[in-house]
């Protein structure tokens, strides 16, 4: 296979050599990583590089072999590509290079930036084409002794690479050389490996962009081509599929990528294995065997792409018609893998990642450990695997931010129990590409699925019987839904039945996600609290001449140093305003006025400045303090003007505490000459901006990195980053007034004086004020026609403005550099929506891919699906005409979210929603009191998991338990005493799980009970009922109205008002 890389691939901008060549340099890089390498060179010299005192670096020759060396991975680190067939010696004061005349003349740029960055002067021997090289290898022999001499070492150590075979006669020469010199030769692999496992900001796009590529030749190429080729049963060879995969990779365009394939490459052949023989070695080879897709086979695909020399990988198993052992084989795999990655974490060992997985496949099939493979993969860079980080059981190297794995895990060799001769043994490999990130791991090829209902593939026909009843019984054990079910056999399973199954299978795998979650909290916990700011010191003058001149002795309100100044003991006393607590005025029955101050002082509650009395512990503070007047008008004028400073300093001091905890934001880069901003007029903002004077609409612009909202007032801006938008919506109006984009962020941003994480720009498409007033128009008025038809017209076109706008900013988001961010505009699903009470106010509420939204009134509801835990449906029940839905986040110290009075005739929609979407949901009779609930969890974790989790809430289960408990007592009656500790018991063990809204009410009931009834209500009580039964006479119709009516008196509360929720007694 040729190699790409050495085909003069254009290396980063930079400055070029010299005229007329076609090759440069990025001088910068080169000088940042010169320095990089001397810095880990000193402070680690004796651990890593074993001491060297020079470093020898040895280029091979081109070939046409697919390879990774350390030589040209430093080679493409230091310059941007390799220069074959040079030999490079690096010492403190020198940098000697042994190359041609033409890339002597490539190198000549680095001399400057060398110096500049370590200090070493760049010293160049040019090798004749008739020459060998000999002469000059001995004056670099000599150059460095001297060096030696000079610094009074007389043994010198050279680092050169051990593993590394010489290659054609420059290099074998060479090596000859430097093992006869009588130099300590160790090898300095290890230093290079620990240079190049972190990567920097260039390092990390690269790596990103080759993922790009990777997963969309997964997803545009090799799975369509695999589905088409089982669906038509043509026949195909493994090496035919590996050809095709390799000319979308060196062709990106056929994988609907934009990048330039000068700068792409393979980092291997693409590996495509079926028919029982597998290898899941990266070195396998795609044979000329015929891809094999009958029942119970599988099929690996494995693909590499490289971008600018840097590496990315992703590996996926394919199961045709799986049995149940692939099935419960592949889950666990699954599993391990996503536990290896999660164990990607800084500050554990690498090794932390295998012994993941390990446990994973203990705990789930202990039976195919032996299976497994010894490693989870390596790290990855400008080599595919990078020495020094295997993922293995005894690497004890620390992981940090910026590296780079390619995580790899299978089951080998393991067999099949289906009749199937042709392939008795089948093998299971996923791989992934993930940067270690701050806190989680990123992972670069999540973009093409390894859900099992996404790799799962049936195609059983419906005339064999005996596969018919199998997959009965393994849709029964298994609750599995494949993706492609081209001749379905699970019709006779009912809908309601199907989506049962599911949501066992989910509360399993929610438990088990729960239990990891809760014991990795438990074994990372800490207090993570954030230090308290302290409020800055007060100061209202800085030196005595800065204070006004006394007015008459009077109390004086001083706006520009927001100071009060009172007149004590014959002196104006200065008073910041922030130290005053209230201020207020009376006035007595001789017209004498008296103003009372209050101040803040130690000790007193909610007292905002009460940490910066720690400073003056033995200082005597004052408390409050009062003067009298004879002049009303004077008192009024000063208590409110004391007021009103008071009132602007307290929001100023709190604007400016909620911006001190904001998250720094990048800043907003222009749209140049080259690239138009993507502009939509005409658009209203909210949250508003503050300030007086009329609002006015503004312009939402898409930049470089991000938009821009800006009105004609120059103070009204709001900048919102792309990196900071969690998810981004586009609502047409349909039923609404307002056609709208609403961008929920990661991080809060300031809009005016309002922190807020909800940004949205709408218009309104009709107009929301009626003319009343004179008499009713008629139907056919041609004004109302014409009126009507202006409505849709403007609607129709708004609509059509905001859609073109989110097309092009969705092309936009496409290209590469934003492909880690996941954006997209999201539409919410009208036909899903159901109504509720999310906060206060009805709104109608709608789910969209990825979250749950009411973005019409405010304050705006946007629940991410992936951070739902649980969600339980609470009343529901027969005869109920609402019920709640509690939504449990995964952050268990984050508050449940309620969402009240959803009428239940949405309650299976919402079922068949949360079903769909892989959201496990319970149902209970009665709300429960969420907050206790979750203090119990995070204070017990272990308890909550060792009695099965979430299943508490499983009330068919309970139900079940309580028929089985009846059957058993049958026949046996308990009197009435028994029956009401019974129920006593139930209502004392349930007390902490239900809500006790009622509980006043319920005790004054009691009460009322325990003290009996007068005659006086007896009697009442009596003619009441004598009113419902009515006379003998009367018409059953009458008694029904009457008996109604009586009914209606006894419901507590409107009609309007909220159901009543019901006690449990």
């Not at 890089?29 to 000193?42: A, D, I, P, Q, V």
């Not at 394919?318 to 049995?323: E, R, S, V």
């Not at 295997?390 to 089951?411: C, H, Q, T, Y």
Request: glycine share 6%.
């Amino acid at each position: 296979m040729k190699d790409h890389r050495n085909e003069s691939a254009h290396p980063p901008n930079g400055a070029a050599a010299g005229p007329g060549n076609p090759y440069s340099i990025d001088l910068k890089s080169f000088g940042t990583r010169l320095k990089t390498l001397y810095e880990h060179w000193n402070n680690h010299k004796v651990d890593l590089w074993g001491s060297s005192d020079v470093l020898t670096i040895a280029t091979p020759p081109v070939s046409e072999d697919l390879r990774y060396l350390k030589s040209s991975a430093l080679n493409v680190w230091l310059f941007g590509y390799e220069f074959p067939e040079t030999i490079i010696v690096f010492s403190r004061k020198q940098i000697h290079f042994l190359c041609s005349q033409k890339k002597a003349w490539l190198l000549e740029v680095v001399k400057r930036p060398a110096k500049e960055a370590v200090g070493a002067t760049v010293v160049m021997h040019v090798k004749a084409k008739a020459d060998d090289g000999t002469g000059l290898m001995d004056a670099i022999f000599r150059a460095i002794r001297g060096q030696s001499k000079d610094d009074g070492n007389d043994s010198l150590f050279v680092g050169y690479m051990a593993r590394e075979t010489p290659e054609g006669n420059l290099l074998e020469i060479w090596s000859d050389k430097l093992k006869n010199a009588g130099f300590q030769l160790v090898d300095m692999i290890n230093g290079l490996s620990d240079l190049f496992a972190v990567k920097d900001g260039t390092e990390i796009l690269n790596v990103k962009k080759a993922a790009y590529l990777t997963y969309n030749v997964m997803n545009n190429v090799v799975v369509p081509t695999l589905e088409s080729v089982i669906d038509e049963e043509k026949k195909v060879t493994h090496s035919h599929l590996m050809d095709e995969a390799e000319k979308a990779i060196l062709d990106p365009s056929k994988a609907k990528v934009k990048l330039r394939a000068e700068n792409v490459d393979i980092c291997y052949p693409p590996i495509f294995q079926s028919g029982g023989e597998f290898d899941l070695r990266p070195s396998a080879a795609s044979n000329d065997e015929l891809l094999y897709y009958d029942s119970a086979s599988v099929i690996l695909c494995a693909v590499g792409a490289r971008y600018k020399s840097y590496c990315s990988n992703i590996a996926r198993t394919y199961l045709i018609d799986a049995t149940s052992l692939q099935i419960k084989a592949y889950e666990a795999l699954l599993k391990a893998h996503e536990a290896a990655i999660n164990a990607l974490k800084p500050g554990n060992k690498v090794s932390a990642a295998y012994q993941a997985a390990v446990a994973v496949v203990e705990k789930d099939v202990p039976n195919l450990l032996p299976n497994l493979t010894k490693s989870a993969g390596t790290g990855i860079g400008l080599e595919f695997r990078e020495s020094g980080l295997n993922i293995n059981a005894k690497n004890d190297r620390i992981v940090k931010p910026e590296m780079v794995f390619n995580v790899s895990l299978g089951f080998q060799n393991l067999q099949n129990l289906s009749n199937n001769r042709k392939s008795p043994n089948f093998a299971l490999l996923l791989a992934d590409t993930v940067i270690v990130g701050q806190q989680n791991p990123e992972i670069l090829t999540s973009k093409c699925s390894k859900a099992v209902k996404d790799v799962a593939y049936s195609f059983k026909e419906d005339d064999e019987e005996e596969e018919k009843s199998r997959a009965k019984a393994e849709v029964k054990s298994e609750a599995f839904m494949s993706k492609t079910t081209l001749r379905s056999d699970n019709h006779e399973i009912s809908k309601e039945e199907l989506r049962r199954q599911h949501q066992a299978e989910l509360a399993r795998q929610k438990n088990e996600e729960t239990a990891r979650r809760l014991a990795g909290e438990r074994n990372g916990a800490g207090d993570h609290r954030a230090a308290s700011k302290t409020s800055t010191d007060l100061v209202a003058y800085k030196n005595v001449n800065d204070l006004p001149p006394p007015k008459d002795f009077m109390i004086q309100v001083d706006q520009k140093n927001e100071s009060v100044l009172l007149p004590i003991y014959g002196s104006m006393v200065p008073f910041h305003v922030a130290t005053i607590r209230t201020v207020s005025s009376q006035q007595d029955t001789n017209r004498n006025c008296y103003i009372r101050i209050i101040f803040n002082v130690p000790g007193t509650p909610f007292n905002p400045h009460d940490t910066n009395s720690l400073k003056f512990q033995g200082a005597i503070y004052l408390k409050e303090v009062s003067f009298r007047s004879k002049d009303p008008r004077h008192i009024s004028e000063v208590v409110q003007s004391i007021k009103t400073l008071r009132r602007q300093v307290v929001a100023r001091e709190s604007e400016r505490a909620e911006r001190a905890t904001l998250v720094t934001q990048e800043k907003l880069q222009l749209a140049g000459n080259k690239f138009k901003p993507i502009r939509l007029p005409d658009l209203w903002i909210r949250p508003v901006f503050g300030g007086r004077g009329r609002k006015i609409p503004g312009t939402l612009e898409a930049h470089v990195n991000g938009f821009r909202f800006s009105t004609t007032r120059p103070d009204e801006r709001v900048d919102i980053m792309f990196a900071n938008i969690k998810h981004s919506f586009f609502q047409p109006a349909e039923r609404e007034m307002i056609t709208l984009l609403h961008f929920h962020l990661h991080n809060h941003i300031m809009v005016g004086n309002k922190k807020t994480k909800d940004v949205q720009v709408y218009v309104e498409v009709m107009d929301v004020v009626q003319t009343l007033g004179g008499g009713k128009r008629s139907a056919y008025d041609p004004d109302e026609i014409e009126e009507e038809q202006r409505e849709r017209d403007r609607k129709n076109k708004v609509n059509m403005d905001f859609q073109s706008f989110v097309n092009r900013v969705n092309e936009l988001w496409q290209q590469p550099q934003f492909s880690g961010l996941d954006l997209e505009f999201d539409q919410p699903l009208r036909e899903l929506g159901f109504h509720g009470v999310p906060y206060k106010a009805s709104a109608f509420i709608v789910p969209t891919s990825s979250c749950l939204v009411e973005l019409i009134e405010t304050p705006f509801l946007v629940v991410t699906l992936s951070e739902i835990e649980i969600v339980n449906l609470e009343r529901v029940g027969l005869g109920q005409k609402n019920f709640d839905m509690t939504i449990v986040f995964k952050d268990f110290k984050r508050d449940v979210l309620r969402i009240d009075s959803i009428p239940s005739t949405s309650l299976d929609g919402i079922k068949e929603w949360l079903d769909t979407t892989d959201i496990k949901y319970y149902e209970s009779r009665l709300n429960l009191n969420w907050r206790q609930i979750l203090k119990t969890i995070t204070d017990d974790p272990q308890s909550f998991i060792d009695d099965g989790g979430w299943e508490f809430l499983n009330l068919e289960a309970s139900d079940s338990d309580s028929e089985n408990s009846e059957e058993s007592d049958k026949g046996y009656e308990p009197s009435d005493l028994e029956s009401e500790s019974e129920s006593d018991d139930d209502a004392s063990d349930s007390e902490s799980l239900v809500e006790s809204e009622d509980e006043e009410e319920d005790s004054e009931e009691d009460s009322e009970e325990e003290k009996g009834k007068t005659w006086e209500e007896l009697e009442r009580e009596a003619s009441n009922a004598d009113r419902e039964k009515g006379d003998e006479s009367d018409s059953e119709e009458e008694r029904k109205r009457r008996k109604l009516k009586a009914f209606g008196k006894s419901r507590a509360g409107p009609s309007s008002s909220l159901p009543k929720r019901s006690k449990l007694r």
